[in-house]
Every structure is written in structure tokens, then in C-alpha cells.
């Protein structure tokens, strides 16, 4: 079968995945996971966040998470996530590649995720791009990451234009791309289409990132699936369906990144992911998280007969 | 928000779901649980089977589940499967209102289900469609169901055009409508928007009848996306994703009908269906089917805030 182009996926699991875990992961676990999900061929993983420690112990390495990644795995591309300047300061410090700063469209959220209203975050959001862009030659990639950017558990509806404000101001802040995440899964497929459009509209098609779809309501792939017809061509998943947000009740997982490469290959789509060896990387993950429930239908069912026609 | 339109949906659990389950459910059991399924709004029900009881002893009462539900449902249509004349001739006498026949569109799949050739099938079918026709006034719709459409797990990929053939044999011979059944789960959304396409060229928009999809890859809900923006309006599924051929290895359940009406009713289409209600079917379901393992993230994670917003 002809492709049809390529499309990246970034794996969160390390990240958005681990959050909800109380269990601290050991590092050593982390890099095996990480390890698994490179030999699969992966070559972005955001692999831990900058937040003080007594809020996510779990993420109380990631300064040396990032140091080990970028020397076992040159090839990679490491994004942290940054909730402010010194969150993204550490990052720099410690050798991300990427640097990502949530900014949530919802009030209620942004007040209980970062203690700050959407304004003041906007701003934040502003002091990290000037910082990032005065550091000349090599410094990392700043992305803006709008959260509950299609609903939220708190507040309920998002209006789109508010949204489409927000990744204005901050493309204008200096964000070299924008992504729009589905923090409690509540996005339908023309939810998605339309504020895909009148996104891109705002900020031009370059620097839209990634779609950060969870699965709370089974809709993800249906909604992956319009970002495709869109023309997104980024998206961003969690091994195993880990993941929500510690600050967005009933929040689940992410589109599980097995079940986002069986869609995305089985449409033709090359995303230089091994199905076959995500599905070992899988079985690594439950090895170093044996008490949490993994999430995926390609797992459950096994790669379907058709699946390797279509990718051969 | 303004409807975009109506979807009909068609609840096959108390058939396709019931098939796989081995303890064979009273017939006081499958009218409670119908009966919930009809206070939540549904108007189509496939009620059961007629196939020889040393078959499938599940569906041996089928006659007196479709006499009941008539005189206790009078504005329910009910189907009921039936896979040669024999069958067909039981239904009608037992009042069924849509007779539906499998056809399969793989040779391996039809020799498996029904114990006869792809051709021999379509000419039961012939034979089926000829009596039914020949009956007059007040004689049932008769339906032709092509399983295996979109891959069959023995064979694996189904060519488009041997579907597309098989579709317009049965629409020569009589079929009121053709449905298109993704017995596997196996189905793209841009292998659904192109098949969808083919047959509705080939028997004409009008005898297209429904796509009947299941989840084994968590792809249904992105493939009735897809249906739905090639015009189809009318979906199949089973309360609690239950289902699966038992003549199909490593088939799986069907779409959720709580799923599926979430999503259709959030992309502003009326279903005539309560999902709240729908969700107390499920609660029905439980009871009267303790050890099976129900599917669905709808049940799992709630009706989201957001919901009552859209469809209010």
C-alpha cells in the first residue's frame, strides 16, 4: 500500500502517564520503559515534568531522567513539561530538547493545576518564550500546550473562541508551536475539525503542534481520526493508556500510543513505529508498574491479519 | 444546538451479544432487559435467532421472545435473524417484523457460520427474499446482512469489490436493505467512507441499510464517525459492548449502544434515545447477566458535564 505521508507521535506516558501514580517510580524504571519505547522507534518522548517535588514526587528525577535519556539516546527528542520560568530553567539545565508550558483554557483548571488564573498563566507563558528565545544557538523548543482546550469537569464547556484567543496570545508570545489537549476527553470528532481549523487559522498550519487526546469516553480515535482528515499531523499518546490530570476529576487515560499506531499505520499513514515491538515495550511497562491497569484494544485482541498487509 | 438530523439506532445485544454467552438466558431475563432497552427510546431491536437449538440453545426461544415483545411493545420493530428459509418461515410466523439473513462476504467466514459457499448462501438468500416477497401485504422487511465486509479473521482482507458484487446480487434478488457488518472489528474509517461509497453506488442510497461495527481494536466509534460523514444514519450495537461470531475466532463485542449514542447525540444528531435511561438498561443488563464482562467508557466514566449542554 502506497503511504500516505508521515505522522509523529510523541509518547507522554513517562510524563502525563506517571502523574496519577502515587507509587514513586525508581529512575532505573523509568529509563527501561523509555529504552522499550525507543527500540519500537519512537524519537519523541516528553520523559518527566519540572514541579517541585512535595507536589509530584514522582517527578522528583527528571532533571537526571533527561541527563541519562540524551546520553543513552542521542537520536531522541526529550520534552519536559514546565509549569514556570524555574520549572523551565531546570529543563535547559538539566538538556530537554523541548520545553512545555500548560496553559489551561479553562479558569476552575488553570487555578487548580498551576495556582494561577489564564492570564497570569498566559504571562508565565510569556516570560519562559522570552527566556527560552534569549538564549541564542541551541536552545530548546518552547511549545505552548492548551489544556481542557475542548471541555473541562470543573467548568463544563470551552467556548472555542476563547480557546482560539489563547493560542493567539501565546503564538504571539513566542511560541515556536501550540498544542491542543483533550485533558478530559470530552471532544467529539467536529469539535475537533473546527477548532483544529479555526486554530490554525489563527496561528498559520507551521505552528500548530500536536492533538493530546484522552480516551475518557472511548472517542479518541474518532477524534484522532478527524485530526487527520484536518490535516494534523502530530499526535501525542501514553503506552498502555496511562494517564489524567492529578487536577481534572474524571479525568482517564491517554489515547493509548498501541492502539494510535495500529489506526494511524492501518490508514496508511507511516509513523516509523514498530507495532509489534511497542507491544514489547508494553510488556515492559507492566513489568515496572505491575499494580496499574493498562488500557488498549491492540493488546487485548492481538495485531488483526489484515494489519500487516496493509503496512507490508 | 440545532439537530443535525436523525440517526436511527438499532440494539442487536439480545442476538449478536447473547450468541457468545453460554449460559442460556430465561426468557423472562431477555423481555426485562428488552423492555429497558425500550423505556430508554430504542425502536429497534434484533431480538434473537432462528437457527436449529443444537446450535445456539441460547436463541431456542425466539418465537416466544418475538410474540411477547409484539403484544408488549406495539411500536417496537423487531428483527430477528435468520440465516435460510426455514428460519425465515419461523419468523414470520412468530410476527417478526424485519428478517435479516448473514451473508458472508468471506468464503471462509460462510462456510464456518452458516456451513455453505459464499454463492450458495446468496442463492439461500434468493430463495428467502423470493417467499418474503411473495407474501403480500403486512409482510416483513427482509435485510441483507454482508458480514466479514471490511476482514475476516480466517481469511483476512475482503477485496472491496468482492463485497461490492456480493451487494448487488442481493440487491437484484430482492434484499429491501443491504447492512454491512464489520464482524471482526477490523474496519479503517477510510476503508468504511470508501465501501460505504462503492455499495451505496452499486444498490443505490436508499437500500443501504445499516453499518454494524465492532470494537476489537477500539476503532468502532472512529469508523461510525466515518459512516456518518458518508451520509449513513443508521448504526447497530449491544448494550455493554457484548458480542461476537462464535464462528469468527478472536471476534469481540460490538460498539457499545451507550457509546454510541453518546457520541451521536454530541455530534448533535437525535437519536430518540435517553442516554441516562440507556445507562439504566445496562444497570437491567447486570442483573440478568451477572458473570458477563460488560464494555463501554460511557458507564465507566459518566455522562460528561458537557453533555446535557448539547443536547439540551
Chains 1, 2 share one sequence.
Not at 526529550?78 to 508550558?101: E, F, M, T, Y
Not at 473541562?152 to 513566542?174: D, K, N, Y
Not at 507511516?270 to 507495532?275: P, Q, Y
Request: with cysteine; proline share 5%; charged share 20%.
Amino acid at each position: 500500500m502506497k503511504k500516505r505521508g508521515t505522522v509523529s507521535v510523541r509518547e507522554v506516558g513517562p510524563r502525563d502517564g506517571l502523574q496519577m501514580v502515587k507509587e514513586v517510580m525508581p529512575t532505573e524504571s523509568k529509563l527501561r520503559w523509555i529504552s522499550a519505547v525507543v527500540r519500537a522507534g519512537v524519537r519523541q518522548i516528553e520523559v518527566g515534568s519540572f514541579v517541585p517535588a512535595t507536589i509530584l514526587p514522582q517527578m522528583a528525577d527528571t532533571a537526571i531522567v533527561v541527563q541519562r535519556v540524551r546520553h543513552s539516546h542521542p537520536k531522541l527528542y526529550a520534552s519536559v513539561l514546565a509549569p514556570n520560568l524555574r520549572g523551565a530553567q531546570d529543563a535547559v539545565a538539566a538538556g530537554a530538547q523541548s520545553i512545555i508550558v500548560p496553559i489551561s483554557a479553562s479558569e476552575a483548571h488553570s487555578r487548580a493545576n498551576v495556582r494561577r488564573s489564564r492570564e497570569e498563566q498566559v504571562l508565565q507563558f510569556g516570560k519562559v518564550a522570552e527566556w527560552i528565545h534569549s538564549l541564542g544557538s541551541g536552545k530548546p523548543q518552547i511549545e505552548a500546550a492548551v489544556s481542557t482546550a475542548f471541555g473541562c469537569s470543573m467548568q463544563g464547556s470551552v467556548p472555542e473562541e476563547e480557546v482560539v484567543r489563547i493560542t493567539g496570545q501565546l503564538a504571539h508570545l513566542g511560541a515556536d508551536i501550540v498544542t491542543l489537549a483533550d485533558t478530559l476527553g470530552y471532544a467529539t470528532p467536529s469539535q475537533v475539525r473546527g477548532l483544529v481549523r479555526a486554530v490554525r487559522s489563527e496561528i498559520g498550519v507551521d505552528r500548530f503542534g500536536a492533538l493530546h487526546l484522552h480516551d475518557t469516553l472511548g472517542t479518541a480515535l474518532a477524534n484522532v481520526a478527524a485530526g487527520l482528515e484536518e490535516g494534523v499531523r502530530a499526535f501525542d499518546g501514553a503506552l498502555g493508556g496511562l494517564g489524567g490530570c492529578p487536577f481534572a476529576p474524571g479525568s482517564v487515560g491517554n489515547v493509548a500510543t498501541e492502539d494510535l499506531i495500529y489506526l494511524l499505520e492501518s490508514e496508511g499513514y507511516d509513523t516509523g513505529i514498530d507495532l509489534e515491538r511497542l507491544l514489547e515495550a508494553r510488556a515492559v511497562l507492566r513489568e515496572v508498574l505491575p499494580n496499574e491497569r493498562l488500557h488498549g484494544r491492540v493488546a487485548a485482541a492481538g495485531v488483526p491479519p489484515t494489519f500487516r498487509l496493509l503496512v507490508d
